[in-house]
């Protein structure tokens, strides 16, 4: 959505709020749940597509009890930190207005990371990982202050407006204080994942040809005599010698089993997909219905602030160029269900993005005027320095949660 369209978004009407409303009622539906059939873009739904490798395992692949295998395409992290950032400012335009409408529902804060030479390196708190629980936050001076404040209302008196008013996409997408001190912990009220069903795995090989064949022999032997020297690189690790990839760089599986090739070892290649690859995103209206302000009037402030925000995330159609070898695109149109206590789900049309946006709209005007302020009443500065006397202050701490580095 540009300024230009949100410039002519029509007025919210009654029946869209009647109809968002109704979903914050406590005898309402449990969730809003979307798949998504997405298409690789260089072929049919038979394509071949790039997975994300991690450390040690390569493809992260579960096989199902009837030997299926089912491969993560984008892990429910890694779509909360493509969300995010559709709330993120993309410069004013002459009026001072947003060119993303979007920003304007949000406080934009950002971290200086450092100032060097006219260069100045910056950070969006949309940006951050771990959000407003991430150590480049602890590490500002001005801004974690009003952070661990935000976390201790909630964890002591179950309080989400003040981190609603400073970083409310902390609260739609979920944070975990984990080395913040009060060690509080919310789920994500938007979750979305992408997984490949019926795969298989393919593998890839090269052959690298240097320019080694073309020199001379007392070249060869200059450069080989270097080579064999302590602390030198090989030959092949700069280029200067012919180099096959056939294995992954890991000493913790064997290249060979016996005689052959292990399949295990070999460097990935993608893989075929025989099924469909599905996107799955859920608004959680439970956890949503458990956030609470200062009072009744607040609670139901802050509801339904969030609720505009998960909606215009969760509706949100983000580019899906998701690495190198991995394009997608959506296959048809979008089909919500609404989930109840009991029963089926069922069908729902979901108003259009412009009424969307007007909800969020008229949602947001009441934190506009809680967006953080000193004690003057002036609106704190949205910029924050990053201090690396308190990052190095971070290191002396014992960390008690060694699997928080696993949540964003």
């Known amino acids: 959505m540009t300024s230009q369209a949100a410039e002519n978004t029509n007025p919210l009407s009654d029946e869209t709020r009647k109809l968002i409303d109704g979903w914050l009622e406590p005898d309402g539906p449990v969730a809003l749940h979307l798949r998504q059939k997405l298409l690789p873009v260089e072929a ?53 207005n947003e060119l993303n409408p979007l920003a304007s529902l949000v406080p934009q804060i950002e971290i200086v990371l450092y100032k060097a030479g006219g260069k100045v390196e910056k950070r969006s708190l949309l940006d951050l990982a771990h959000r407003a629980a991430d150590a480049v936050v602890l590490a500002s001076p001005t801004l974690a202050p009003e952070i661990a404040k935000a976390f201790e209302a909630l964890r002591n008196t179950g309080n989400a407006a003040p981190l609603a008013a400073i970083a409310p996409t902390s609260l739609v997408f979920g944070v975990w204080d984990s080395r913040g001190g009060t ?22 090989a090269a052959q690298f040809n240097s320019v080694w064949k073309a020199l001379s022999e007392e070249q060869k032997n200059d450069l080989v005599a ?16 012919d180099a096959p990839a056939i294995f992954r760089k890991t000493d913790k599986i064997p290249q060979f089993v016996g005689d052959a090739p292990n399949p295990a070892a070999r460097i990935l290649g993608g893989v075929r997909v025989k099924g469909s690859i599905e996107r799955d995103v859920t608004i959680n209206l439970v956890a949503l219905r458990g956030i609470r302000g200062k009072d009744d009037s607040e609670t139901n402030e802050v509801q339904k602030y969030l609720l505009g925000l998960a909606l215009l995330a969760a ?15 959506y296959a048809n149109d979008d089909n919500w269900k609404q989930v109840p206590r009991r029963g089926d789900p069922t069908d729902i049309k979901l108003p259009s993005q412009d009424q969307l946006f ?51």
């Open 44 to 96: 049919d739904e038979n394509g071949v597509i790039f997975p994300p490798t991690y450390a040690d395992i390569g493809y992260n692949i579960d096989t199902l009890a009837d030997g299926t295998l089912v491969a993560t395409i984008d892990s429910v992290g890694s779509q909360a930190n493509r969300l995010e950032p559709i709330f993120k400012s993309t410069g004013k335009d002459q009026n001072g």
């Open 183 to 204: 060690g509080e912990k919310r789920p994500r009220l938007v979750r979305s994942i992408i997984r490949a069903w019926d795969v298989e795995v393919l593998h890839s």
């Open 226 to 241: 270097e080579e064999k020297k302590k602390g030198k690189l090989k030959l092949s690790d700069v280029g200067l010698k």
């Open 315 to 329: 509706t949100a159609d983000i580019e899906l160029f998701l690495r190198e070898g991995c394009l997608l695109r």
């Open 358 to 408: 007007a909800y969020a709209v008229a949602a947001a005007a009441p934190f506009r005027a809680k967006w953080p302020k000193d004690q003057g009443g002036k609106d704190l500065p949205l910029e924050h320095e990053f201090s690396l006397a308190e990052a190095k202050k971070l290191l002396a701490k014992k960390d008690d949660n060694p699997s928080a580095a696993e949540e964003s």
